[in-house]
């Protein structure tokens, strides 16, 4: 019972990390706590937390200091690059909030490019940086250049 208690105990405090990071403005959670609570995850009970790095693709840009993140791995969302970049707007016809939660990458490249058309610094461009994704207790998380995790559905 105790051992039982104790995986689900692991498992919640990365579910509660990632949530209370998504739900706090301004705020991820931090890659160590994340992978380190993970790997508590795995030595209680192999297997309770899942995890990959892998190598993909991510459009990355700023303007300003609104610097966003935006992996290519289908999910179609952005994410501010730092917290301090979180609650950061790109002021384009439309303005574009970046939430710890992630934004539309669309929304991110037509307001980006938007600012770039009227005169203004919006660049952006993809490379290949190391992602890890995981899951454990029902929650996926996402984590991009050993930096911030995100949760992600």
Do not use: W
């Not at 209370?20 to 297997?47: F, L, M, V, W």
């Not at 303005?95 to 919006?122: S, T």
């Not at 290949?128 to 207790?137: F, H, K």
């Amino acid at each position: 019972m105790h051992k039982h208690f104790s995986v689900g105990l692991a498992a919640f405090v990365v579910a509660i990390a990632l949530a209370s990071a998504a739900s706090t403005p301004g705020t991820a959670a931090p890659y160590e706590a994340t992978i380190k609570a993970c790997d508590n995850d795995n030595q209680r009970k192999p297997g309770s937390c899942k995890k990959d790095e892998k190598q993909m693709g991510v459009l990355h840009g700023c303007a300003g200091d609104a610097c966003f993140v935006c992996p290519t791995d289908g999910r179609r969302k952005c994410y501010p690059a730092s917290d301090s970049a979180t609650g950061h707007v790109l002021r384009a016809n439309l303005p574009v909030p970046l939430a710890a939660d992630g934004v539309n990458v669309e929304a991110v490249v037509k307001g980006c490019d938007y600012i770039h058309e009227h005169g203004q610094a919006c660049d952006y461009k993809i490379d290949t940086l190391a992602v890890t994704e995981g899951s454990t207790g029902g929650s996926s998380f996402q984590c991009i250049n050993k930096k911030e995790c995100h949760k992600v559905k």
